[in-house]
């Protein structure tokens, strides 16, 4: 072999510097949409205040969580919540309607897998959380909405979408936050009913 004939090849030997020094924006970009989904808690629990008195938010968002996310609960969705709501890291919701990301150097705005998802969640690693999921995935598909919204469905989320932002969204992320937090209700206005009902079968 005397010659690399691939162009993309010798397009990325002729510009390696530059290509390595942009791959490691990558990483400052992850943090900053870290930063901007966590600032999301507020106004979702502004729209907990006006679901219900009942709803609160769960938050998982602690320094060493690799799957940050923001829930919608009721204080039924607890394990062993004796019909009081549970604070606390000690103790997580069975299931939660919101909001969660991958807090990796890939996270980004406008990339599935890569970017955040809202959706229905459930802990499938406590006693009784698959079975409990793979119930919500057939109610959910059962009545036909999984198909009729075109969600996607997974043990941890048995209903779900990615949300990416559009156009030049960095100049202004007020539009982005509205959207995220408009898709969390929706997803609480399709699923809450559904999720009491199985709950209580």
């Known amino acids: 072999m005397n010659r690399i004939d691939d162009p993309r090849a010798v397009f990325y030997l002729r510009n390696q510097a530059l290509i390595e020094e ?14 901007f989904l966590s600032s999301c808690a507020d106004g979702i629990a502004e729209l907990a ?13 602690e320094e060493d969580e ?20 549970v604070r606390g890291v000690e103790v997580a919701p069975r299931v939660g309607v919101g909001l ?6 890939r996270l980004n705005f ?4 890569a970017c955040a998802f809202t959706g229905v969640w459930v802990d499938v690693d406590i006693a009784g959380g698959k ?16 198909k009729k ?3 996607a469905s997974s043990p941890w989320w048995p209903a779900y979408r990615y949300e990416t ?16 937090i408009q898709s969390v209700r929706f997803h609480w206005t399709e699923f809450e009913a559904r999720i009491r009902e199985v709950l209580a079968t």
């Open 49 to 61: 205040s006006e679901l219900s008195p009942d709803v609160e938010v769960f938050t998982f968002l």
């Open 131 to 146: 079975e409990l999921s793979r119930k919500l995935r057939a109610a959910f598909g059962e009545a036909g909405l999984l």
């Open 165 to 180: 932002a559009t156009g030049e969204y960095w100049n202004d992320l007020e539009p982005y936050r509205a959207h995220l």
């Open 110 to 113: 406008t990339t599935a897998p």
């Open 149 to 151: 919204h075109k969600l």
């Open 22 to 35: 942009w791959a490691t924006l990558g990483e400052s970009v992850a943090n900053l949409t870290h930063a």
């Open 66 to 85: 690799d799957w940050p996310k923001i829930l919608l609960v009721l204080p039924g969705w607890f394990p062993s919540s004796g019909g009081e709501l």
């Open 100 to 105: 969660e990301w991958n807090k990796s150097r």
